[in-house]
């Protein structure tokens, strides 16, 4: 296979939870917007995952990535692409999953349990391994990621085809800055049911981040208490929003322990 980026569409026709007014709404993709130097999609009524392989004989690990925004804009560059480059450079094959947004959790879930089905439907072709396919998210991209990690209701959309007779749950996850998981006491929020069966994570997030601490916390203890293999950094100081930057702050050292761990989980030696 050719070593070049591709994207592919999730959905065989009309995707489930589609809204009358999708047909009409325009993508708007947002070069350095803000002045600084970030790429920003929004108004994505048509899902995809694009492919970044690994070079290399494969079959490969891979990852899919979940870029965070609060579920109003997905966060491309910085969430998304440079962490395709950086899952490239660790020997990963990279899926960004391009969901749908503002404002469509249910849509959102939808399209990324329908990804990581697609991912294992086509793993000869695309010389990766179905039992090697984690998920890493930021923010809102890591409460997605998570929403399959352990979702409350097992059935996340009517099945389109033979693809969604594949597992959607991941085999690992990376979960930076999450987003939207409990509440300041702990309690994992309602869409989320915590079991022996949620995969391995590894969880990053800063003390002083303005999404509380207690949502990386929270999902630790959970995992603990089902018997999952999970890992914590928490940071005295750093923010929200990092993403592969750097902030000059220690928490962006956070590549060097996910790399680490990731390889571990993809039995990569």
Not at 99 to 118: N, Q
């Amino acid at each position: 296979m050719p070593h070049t980026q591709r994207e592919i569409s999730l959905w065989p026709s009309t995707a489930p939870f589609t809204q009358p007014d999708d047909a009409s709404r325009t993508e708007h993709f947002f070069v350095n917007e803000k002045d600084d130097g970030l790429d920003r999609i929004t108004d994505v009524t048509v899902p995809t995952i694009t492919f970044r392989p690994a070079s290399g004989k494969g079959p490969h690990p891979c990852v899919m990535i979940c870029p965070g925004g609060g579920y109003s804009i997905l966060a491309w560059s910085h969430e998304g692409q440079d962490i395709a480059a950086f899952l490239n450079t660790i020997g990963f094959s990279a899926f960004i999953l391009k969901y749908r947004c503002p404002d469509r959790r249910i849509a959102a879930h939808a399209d990324a349990a329908r990804a990581m089905r697609l991912i294992r439907a086509h793993a000869a072709e695309w010389e990766v391994r179905p039992d090697k396919v984690g998920i890493l998210g930021f923010s809102a991209g890591a409460h997605l990621a998570a929403t399959l990690c352990a979702p409350a209701d097992p059935v996340p959309y009517p099945p389109a085809d033979a693809v969604d007779d594949l597992p959607y749950r991941p085999d690992f996850s990376v979960l930076i800055y999450p987003a939207y998981l409990c509440d300041d006491q702990f309690n994992l929020a309602p869409e989320f049911h915590v079991t022996a069966d949620t995969p391995p994570c590894l969880l990053v997030q800063a003390e002083n981040d303005p999404i509380p601490v207690e949502n990386s916390l929270g999902w630790f203890t959970a995992l603990k208490r089902a018997g999952v293999k999970a890992e914590m950094h928490i940071y005295d100081d750093g923010g929200h929003g990092y993403g592969l930057l750097r902030s000059g702050f220690p928490v962006s050292n956070w590549p060097q322990l996910a790399s680490r761990w990731l390889r571990s989980q993809g039995e990569i030696r």
